[in-house]
């Protein structure tokens, strides 16, 4: 219980938290193994030179969810964000060797809704692949994690996430107005098999790649908060 209770106050105070060896290579080959079979030809998928993605993951492949949201694996975000959180948000990030993918410093302010209603304090409405997704009131950004789970070594020659620490306390924050004279960066190197833990207002970048080495990633997004009556979470999944 200390880990978790070290793992809960980093993520209070920094935004982020990594987490080695909490998935094995045995564990890692077969989510693999069910992605390489899964049908690419749905909307939900991405496909270019620069990147490879599944929208819905969980969903497009159900067979992976008992794979990844294992017995030791919820009983770990049950410790670290509470009994009463819930998945609403799930993709599959392949960035291939040769990929030039760059993205710049950003907060994720977006959540996946099941439609789009005019409402006070949601905005910024777009649609992607038929799914829509908007800026929610900041109450329900600030009682969101997002977890990483990383499927190959991860480090800052291949693409690892760069983090501003502590600045997801400072509520709606845009990348123009960091102030480097007050602020630090650091590099979260996360091998095969760890996860990263973030919240999503914490303000963060990913690199090119100089190594051509491969870099996938699971990222699933948790809260524990109810939409307004008139949305519901597109992907929610209990982990009861």
Known sequence: MADV????????????????????DGE?????????????????????????AIRQFLKEVPEIGKLILNDEFKLLIHNLFGSDYFVVKSIYFDKPEQSNWFVSYHQDLTISVDTKVELDDYSKWTVKQDQFSVQPPLDILKQIYTVRIHL????????????????HLKGVYRAEDIDWSNETEYICDVPKGGVMIMKPLLLHSSSRTTTNNKRRV???????????????????????
């Open 218 to 240: 699971i990222h699933i997004e948790f809260c524990n908060q109810e939409l307004h009556e008139d949305l519901k979470w597109v992907e929610r999944v209990d982990l009861q």
């Open 28 to 52: 890692i080959e077969k989510i693999l193994e069910l992605i390489n079979q899964a049908d690419t030809s749905r909307k939900t998928f991405r496909k270019s030179a620069d990147l490879f």
């Open 152 to 167: 190959d070594d991860t480090d800052e020659n291949n693409g690892a996430l760069k983090v501003v620490p502590g600045s």
């Open 5 to 24: 209770n070290m793992y809960r106050t980093q993520i209070v105070d920094t935004g982020f938290v990594t987490i080695n060896n909490v998935f094995s």
